[in-house]
């Protein structure tokens, strides 16, 4: 197996909003192709840390370097730089204006400059991948919650990212819902694509996930193996936390 | 003069002599409507009508022994409030008209005068046949309506003469019909206007509500008496500056 | 620079005269807008009195009001209304004024009421209490609490609203300024100056709708 | 009896001038609302600019407007603007108008931008658009959706307030109303048929925004 | 121990909203001093019943007899008629722009006429009673949940009715709320008030309830002394209900 290039990487991020602390000094890397599940109790800033990474938060201080350059956001592009990590939301957050296909070739269209046919084209492609051949035309209002998100999912897919990222991506689901959307994702997974997942899916993390990433309090307390962490946690916290939510 | 006189104040009470079949809309008042917006005719000076038109009816008031009662009214409208008994009389330079005259009866004219064409210093038009086509404004209800129909169908219609003639001062519009007194006090007043042509003369006269016969007999007794004694002549010089009441020769072209 | 220093000439020495069309339009206001506020009242209670005829009554009345402009409904009542009764002119400005604001403020009123919890409603008849004490004591309290906001807003419009009668002939704030700027021939320094006026009293209601606002909200 | 006959009389011989006057109220009310729509946009995006100096200029606009009474509005553009720009009546006409209803509307876009989701936003940038394009991609289309009924009505009072251009001399079609009034001492017909005629407007209006609204709805 | 007055019957009680039949055929007995419990699945028509048997809802056909005199809505003076019988709703409908015991003296004052000094000092001595005597000035807003239905309960109470009817009054308290509004109702029915309560608490029905109705599809299925009920219920829908609760 030959090394893994290095897709992102975090050098003492600190993120604060006013006087609250939100991020303390985190250090990570994720490789290419790695599957890194992000888990925690609310407010930990499991969010803030992935949002950060798609630069929708802007860091305190610290380094973040996505594919060996460092970003800044006062010298970078950052409508750039988030063409390259593509990120998936609680909400799905998708254009309610636009049908599912519109929503998929949006910003192809418009940010890229993709001529429209081979948009389309692409889109059509990346919808039946996700299993929404049959609803091309619709309007996201008459999809379920799986369908939803399976459609964003899509839509972040057409910029041809390098890295996805997932706040949450089933926890909006109703309970028979949420397969069909990790199924999505592992099978992203198997194709190579580098995630971060934040996710209370433990089946998913220990199935899926290369890592696990702990967090506490704006810290990581812990990372390692899916089930070194899950069945061998060494801090008491995450043994609590685990405890509560298995 | 009768500049102090004329601020009728209303808590006089001396007019003990009105029981005398006048048809009025309050015992022992003379309640007349004029516009407050045509100077020198009428005009406010705080918040009581002054000028010409209001000496005039405080001065018949007067004589019919009768407290005088200003309303101020809106000039379109004055007619229309006669007729209905709104106000027992107008006195507000109404010139005497058919269609007046089917609303309302008038007395015999209490001054004379003629419409003006007015424009801008600039302006091409001499005399009323370059008014064909252009864009006359004049004040909504008056009998310059009718004498600009003659010329044009483009008649921006305003609220009073004076708001027409600063209008035109300021650029809008091609002329402006209205009486050549209001126009010079407009002029006298810094409006940078000219007067390029009279068109024709016209009588002013009190408007009385229709069958009210006794008070229009009394009001034409107190003008004749007045142009007699030569006090409207005098009450002319004073808000005026000339003699207005005499009959239409000397008026200046 | 002359035309300010002009301008700040006719501002001061023309105070007093508009203090006197100040008195007008605050006389004005306030009785239309009281009376606009009893027939708004009215009218909401029909709207909800579930009986179509009177609901159509209200309907009606709301749609010609919100259908025609305000100085067309003065005009008529000045001008057309008088072949019926001769009203007077500061009246005749009250009731234009009046039947317009009114079905605004039906308006506010009906969606205050039917903002309230009908679990209210209940809880008073349960209690006894029947439809007409429970609208009054425990519906109509509530309703004006909420619509406080809007009712002000409303009263702001209506005092602007108001500088429509001088088309009558009143001298309220804007006929002053009409009548000063033709006695002067010279318009645009008082149509600024009572521009000023103006905003300065819908300065001073705002700020205190916003303090009555702030009083209900602490007591919830 | 007669006077009922009298006002038919009148409403069917004048139908030729009104019409006119209804061009003139037709042309206005489009021209005004159009610009007043560009004028709103342009502040409502300045108030949510999150630029302090961008805001308070938008704040200043709108205080200005919501301050003062139409008609002041109307006149000082009609007589002070023309210091600086002539322009010919039906322009200052419209500016008045559109100067007027901008300011409404610019609250109505500004309250339907910020109703929508912020989720909307942060997908848009995480898509790589940028805030410009995803304001006018993502985020206008929505709110002007969700504003639809809001300027739909805000439409309808700017066709009624069209007609105090009347009073600068226009012959809209309340101008026309009151000119006919006037010159022939007979005001209630004129002003009955006028309001006839608004009526009628604002009728047609409201079926109009209510089937777009329902449109609207549907495909949502 | 004597025979016990009859309260409320209910004969025959039909009704209907639009086509949906509601209530079907209903007949009970209410006896003075007895506490009625009823059970039922969502959506049975328990709220319904109660609501009729206060008039709120005007029933299609049927008798409702309260104190021995068969009540019409067409004959009868409504408003006399629900001062006899007292109501707690399960959102408590306090008047929130009145204090706590401006909500007590209200329809004492407002409906009976009783001097406002008199019902203040009811209204104080009911407050005192409910455990609020420390609450007479502030207002709804201020109260936890269970605080508030206790204040309703008050409420209802000052009008002296004869019967009292609770609709869910604890379902919409936070757990550790609940007690104390069942120790108020508890009292009260051992003080010898009448009452009809609609509620899950299955613990207070055995300790407090007198009888139990089962209510199933708007007819009452199954009705006997709790202990019975609840241990040995005769239907099989009384099983499977109490199974899914219990
Ligand atoms: N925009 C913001 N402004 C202020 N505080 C914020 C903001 N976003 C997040 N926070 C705070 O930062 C902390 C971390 O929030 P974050 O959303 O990252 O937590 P999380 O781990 O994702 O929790 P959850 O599992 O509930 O989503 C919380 O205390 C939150 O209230
Ligand atoms: N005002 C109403 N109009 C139409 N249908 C109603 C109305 N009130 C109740 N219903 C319907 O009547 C049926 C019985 O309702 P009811 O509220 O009496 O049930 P319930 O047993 O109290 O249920 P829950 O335990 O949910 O309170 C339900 O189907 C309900 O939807
Ligand atoms: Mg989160
Ligand atoms: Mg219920």
Redesign the interface.
């Known amino acids: 197996m030959h090394e893994k290039q290095e897709m992102i990487r975090v050098e003492k991020l600190n993120k604060s909003f006013g006087d609250l602390h939100v991020l303390k000094d985190i250090d990570m890397t994720v490789n290419e192709s790695d599957v890194v599940v992000l888990v925690g109790a609310s407010g930990s800033g499991k969010s803030t840390l992935l949002r950060c990474l798609?630069f929708?938060e802007i860091k305190n201080s610290g380094k973040i370097i996505i594919e060996g350059e460092e970003i800044e956001s006062d010298t970078h592009n950052l409508?750039?730089v988030?063409?390259r990590v593509?990120?998936v939301?609680q909400?799905f957050?998708?254009?309610?204006?636009k049908t599912v296909l519109g929503n998929v070739i949006?910003?192809p269209t418009?940010?890229k400059g993709i001529r429209k046919e081979d948009a389309i084209k692409a889109g059509k492609t990346l919808l039946d991948k996700v299993g929404l051949g049959d609803k091309y035309d619709v309007?996201p209002?008459t999809l379920s919650g799986g369908q939803k998100q399976r459609v964003?999912i899509a839509?972040?897919l057409a910029?041809k990212p390098d890295v996805m990222l997932f706040d949450e991506p089933t926890s909006a689901l109703d309970p028979e819902l949420v397969g069909e959307v990790l199924a999505t994702m592992k099978e992203l997974a198997e194709e190579g694509m580098t995630m971060v997942v934040v996710t209370h899916e433990m089946g998913f993390a220990r199935e899926v996930g290369d890592w696990v990433i702990y967090m506490h309090d704006g810290k990581i307390v812990e990372f390692g193996h899916p089930n070194d962490v899950f069945d061998n946690p060494k801090e008491k916290r995450t043994q609590e936390f685990l405890g509560s939510i298995l | 003069g009768s500049g102090e006189e004329a601020e009728g104040d209303s808590n006089s009470s001396d007019n003990g002599d009105s029981e005398n079949g006048y048809n009025l809309i309050e015992e022992g008042k003379l309640t007349f409507a004029a516009s407050g917006e045509f100077k020198p005719f009428s005009y406010m000076e705080g918040s009581e009508m002054v000028g010409f038109d209001i000496a005039v009816a405080e001065a018949i008031a007067e004589k019919l022994g009768l407290e005088p009662a200003q309303q101020k009214a809106k000039f379109s409208g004055i007619v229309t409030g006669v007729n209905q008994g709104r106000y027992d009389i107008a006195v507000a330079s109404h010139t005497i008209t058919e269609e007046r005259l089917e609303k309302v009866d008038f007395s015999e004219a209490y001054y004379y005068s003629g419409p003006v064409i007015y424009t801008r210093p600039d302006s091409d038009i001499h005399s009323a046949e370059d008014l064909k086509g252009k864009e006359v404004s004049v004040a909504r209800g008056t009998t310059y309506v009718e004498m600009a129909n003659d010329y044009t169908d483009n008649i921006p219609q305003v609220d009073s003469d004076v708001v027409a003639l600063q209008s035109l001062a300021k650029g809008h519009h091609d002329a402006v019909l209205t009486d050549d007194i209001t126009g010079l006090t407009a002029i006298e007043n810094g409006l940078e206007i000219e007067n390029r042509g009279q068109l024709g003369v016209s009588e002013q006269a009190v408007a009385v509500q229709k069958g009210n016969d006794e008070l229009l007999d009394a009001i034409n007794e107190a003008l004749k008496e007045m142009k007699e004694s030569g006090e409207l002549a005098e009450l002319s010089k004073e808000w005026i500056g000339v003699d207005i009441t005499q009959e239409p020769e000397n008026i200046t072209e | 620079m002359s035309s300010i220093l002009h301008f700040f000439d006719v501002f001061i020495s023309s105070y007093d005269v508009f203090l006197d069309g100040l008195w007008i339009t605050f006389k004005l206001s306030v009785a239309s807008l009281l009376i606009a506020f009893i027939i708004g009242l009215f009218f909401a209670i029909l709207k909800i009195s579930n009986i179509k005829i009177l609901e159509w009554i209200a309907d009606a009345y709301i749609w010609i009001v919100r259908g025609t402009p305000l100085i067309v409904q003065i005009f008529i009542l000045f001008y057309g209304l008088t072949d019926i009764l001769l009203i007077p002119m500061f009246w005749a400005g009250v009731a234009g004024l009046a039947f317009h604001s009114g079905a605004y403020i039906a308006e506010i009123i009906r969606g205050a009421i039917q903002s309230i919890d009908k679990g209210q409603r209940e809880a008073g008849r349960s209690l006894g209490m029947g439809t007409g004490l429970t609208m009054r004591r425990i519906i109509l309290p509530q309703a004006f609490r909420r619509a406080v906001p809007s009712l002000g807003n409303q009263f702001i419009i209506g005092i602007k609203d108001s500088s429509l009668v001088s088309f009558i002939g009143m001298q309220d704030l804007f006929g002053v300024a009409s009548t000063m700027g033709a006695n002067s021939f010279d318009y645009l320094p008082y149509y600024v100056t009572v521009a000023i006026y103006y905003l300065f009293i819908v300065l001073i209601l705002t700020v205190a709708v916003n303090k009555i606002e702030k009083k209900l909200a602490e007591s919830d």
């Open positions: 798609n929708l409508n750039e988030r063409q593509g990120m939301f909400h957050n998708l254009f309610p204006h949006e910003a418009q940010v309007y209002s964003a839509r972040a910029m």
